[in-house]
């Protein structure tokens, strides 16, 4: 089946540090990939959709300078969160669709990053 | 604007009994339908899916789910619950007119199956 790949799973670190985190499917190609933050005992709430070759589409709220998303190619995006402060620590889940991304196909999840931040 | 309500927090079943996890939905067009579990510290995995044709979907792991127009619901059903399906599960939808069919979901239901 579908694999998504998240890294790294864990990350602590101190105020004011950039972090980045990968997200590449494994055995298909993914024009599209989602970037997820879930808060505990929460939903998931869509960050932004990320597009490979162009700009990322950011959902209102989302700081786009804050959260910067590369899609460089069919199996790899990146969300960095740049320098980073105690309020962006989350869990932060990237997904990716198969094929064209057709309404037909699911969405395959990434195992998530928890990021911490001191 | 699309949305999805899963109206209990929480739902406790006696292993070996049937579950059901219900979902509603709102859509403007015609609704794509999800379910997918989360186990704890991970992502998502994706259960079944509802696009087009009969109304009773059958998934991974046993799960099944049933889709009813009239009564805009996909409630997410197992004949008999295992401890292993103790997790969170999500219901999602999209539907035709979403930009890159984006997914709205649920705030997630906790199962837990007492042995």
């Known amino acids: 089946g579908a694999v998504v790949s998240q890294h790294p799973s864990r990350v602590i670190c101190k105020s004011g540090t950039s972090v980045k985190i990968e997200c590449r499917s494994l055995?298909?190609?993914?024009?599209?990939m989602f970037w997820y933050r879930q808060f505990p005992k929460q939903s998931l709430m869509l960050m932004a959709t990320s597009n490979e070759g162009s700009k990322a589409t950011y959902e209102q709220g989302v700081e786009k300078d804050k959260f910067l998303i590369n899609h460089a190619s069919l199996t790899l995006s990146t969300l960095t969160v740049t320098s980073a402060h105690p309020e962006d620590s989350s869990f932060y889940i990237c997904?990716?669709?198969?094929?064209?991304?057709?309404?037909?196909?699911?969405?395959?999840f990434g195992d998530g990053t928890r990021l911490s931040i001191l | 604007a699309q949305s999805v309500a899963q109206p209990e927090d929480q739902v406790n079943v006696a292993e070996g009994n049937p579950l059901t996890v219900k979902c509603t939905y709102s859509?403007?067009?015609?609704?794509?339908l999800f379910w997918y579990v989360q186990y704890p510290n991970r992502g998502l995995q994706f259960l079944l899916k509802?696009?087009?044709?009969?109304?009773l979907v059958k998934g991974s792991y046993g799960f099944e789910a049933e889709f009813n127009k009239s009564q805009t619901s996909f409630h997410l059903k197992k004949p008999s619950a295992l401890v292993s399906d103790s997790a969170l599960y999500f219901c999602?939808?999209?539907?035709?007119?979403?930009?890159?069919?984006?997914?709205?979901f649920g705030k997630g239901t906790k199962l837990s199956v007492i042995p």
């Open positions: 509802y696009i087009t044709g009969d109304n």
């Open positions: 999602a939808v999209t539907y035709s007119g979403a930009g890159s069919y984006q997914l709205t």
């Open positions: 997904s990716a669709r198969e094929g064209g991304g057709g309404r037909n196909q699911p969405q395959h």
């Open positions: 859509v403007s067009g015609n609704p794509y």
């Open positions: 055995d298909f190609q993914a024009t599209t």
